[in-house]
């Protein structure tokens, strides 16, 4: 019964992303160029077509067994010796984790910070997250990309306390207030994360980059003001040799939120271990704030009496206020006034990020992060192998590499093999700027021919883009947004590229230009292409993440080619048939990275002790242990736990409602 039911979902899912319309209010490009070539039927026969195959569960992938791969219980570690009698298998021992295994510095330059309890973090076992040392018997390998050539640590897992007991796990299993203010060792509510944020990044600044003040009169609707303080003072530790380290760059995290946002448990501790992990532990080489959008364009925000301090309150926990950005269409629409009516925030965050960083001279990268977003692993870990993996990949090939679905059985090694088959069975080989009418490249030209390169240029050179799925051709695509791009006189032959899901990371290099191509060319493009599109036109460094991603079960490697690098020479792009495609989005349903996942919440809310998809929770964790889940980005999951957050306090639903 279940099953048929969820098959139905499945279909009405199809049919829902069928319908979607995009904003009816735009005007894509409109040019005299012929359109891609035809495919052999129309795209209403082919989307009836596809929507009859699901039906009849025709997808070559229907019928691959299902497993059970995703989560584990702590009964499935295999932790008995051969000779040892009567084991009943316990779990192995939790260890301290503390994400630095990737850390780009040394950790002993990095003067710790204090967190939430009040205490030095690397002090604090209370404050700290733990892993299991090991990989649960029964856990499934990524589908594709890998922890190996992402960089993540693939050799540990986590369950719920391990991973969240520091950040107030405790603080929601109860369901009258009173008691959970008692559990609780931490006063929430008291907690300003700006403040321990800011104290930390002072404290490590003789670390940093000095940072370069912008003149006064050129930062505006702006609430939060970070002082500089650049005053040299003695050096705290001895090994902070001041001439002998390199300076640390900083990285902002900006999580999209809007007013009326649902901050549900899950969400307020995933804000939690952002800021402790990636921010506190890194000793402010991270800083993350909040982006909160105000809807309502009737508000001062910027010049009302209580404002925007009361539209905080109403709408964020009292623990991120310090960390809260405030800004509206309004004033996208008085910055960017000459292109007013494109800056509409569904296809355009990358704006608000574009002034967010004029404003914040001390960041060199940034990322706009969705606030449905999460890792389940370390965020350091995380942050560290994503600039590692940007930094170290050299220019040669690192379009044709990014183009494709990452899949090791196909590619093997993604620093060997996968460099020298794309190379032969792909004949465009992008080398600096490609040459597009009305622009003039902004970025560094390549060294030497392409052919005289033994993968030496860009090397050490920090990514200017970096999204998480590939950046495809979207010339000859069925993309949603494809057209969506104005003021170039090529129009729809613009050459381009799009990563779908706008989160990624951008350096403050490519945001100067995207700033540079609206305020100075009238030309703007849809948020999915923005960054990855201007570092093609103008020659910056962008490439794509290859983290793991899991299916829901055991996909061939021919299918996984054939469904998602379907494209000419094995691309994942630039073809009518592209997975990408709207018809075809399908195939990503039950991986646990695409914005219409259906994987995504189950896992997260099993690892939370919840029962998804006759899965988890109490139940079958009497049976199996604790859920156990390895790191993993999981996308979207949208109120995974009942207990949400209102301005009158916590509100509590037994139904998980
Ligand atoms: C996705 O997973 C669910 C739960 O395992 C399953 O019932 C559903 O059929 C799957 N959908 C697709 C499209 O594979
Ligand atoms: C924590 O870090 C400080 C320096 O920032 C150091 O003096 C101290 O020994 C560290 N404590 C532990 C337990 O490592
Ligand atoms: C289009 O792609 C889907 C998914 O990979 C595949 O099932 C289908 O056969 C393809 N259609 C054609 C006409 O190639
Ligand atoms: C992008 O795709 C189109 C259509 O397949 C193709 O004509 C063009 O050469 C491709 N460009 C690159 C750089 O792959």
Known sequence: MAKVLLALLGVAVVLKVMNTKPPSSLEPAQDSIPPPPAPI???EQLTEQTIEAARREEWIWKDFPI???LT???????????????CNGRPPKLVRYDGYKHLQEDP?????????RGLPI???DEDAIWAYPAIPAGAVDPSMGSYKAAGIDGSISFDRIGRFQ????????YFDPEAERKASDVDWDKVKWGDLQDECANANRLRFKPVKERTDNSIQYSNIRQKHDNSQKQPPTNSMDAGRMSKVKRTAILIRVWTGAT????AVMNIRAMIAEASLASGGKYQV???LHVKDEGIPIFTGENQPEETIKKYVPPEFHSITEVWNHAQLRTLYSNMAEHAFVGRSPWMIIQWFARNHPEFDFFYQWEFDVRFTGHYLDFFEAVSNFGREQPRKGIWERAGRMYIPEVHGEYNTDYRISTREEDPHRVWGPVSVEGVLPRGPKPPRAQDEDNYEWGVGEDADWIGFLPSFNVTGTNWWFRDYLWGYPQGRSTPRRATLIAQGRVSRRVLDIMNYENSENGHHIDAEMFPQTMCLHHGLKSTSFPHPIFADRHWTPEALQSTFNGGPFGQSGGHWNSSFSKWNEFAWTNMTWYYSSQQAMPVYQRLLGITAGETGGPEWEDAYGRTVVRPMLLHPVKGAKAAKWSPEGWKHSMSGK
Do not use: K, M
């Not at 584990?72 to 009567?86: K, L």
């Not at 901050?263 to 899950?266: K, M």
């Open 166 to 173: 520091a950040y107030g796990l405790d603080q929601f299993d």
């Open 122 to 124: 690397n002090e604090s």
């Open 72 to 86: 584990r219980g702590t009964s499935n570690f295999n932790t008995c010796r051969a000779d040892e009698e009567n």
């Open 289 to 291: 704030f909040v982006l």
């Open 67 to 69: 497993h059970e791969g």
């Open 41 to 43: 039927l129309t795209e």
């Open 263 to 266: 901050w549900s448990a899950d």
């Open 108 to 116: 002993v330059d990095i003067v710790q910070c204090i967190g939430p």
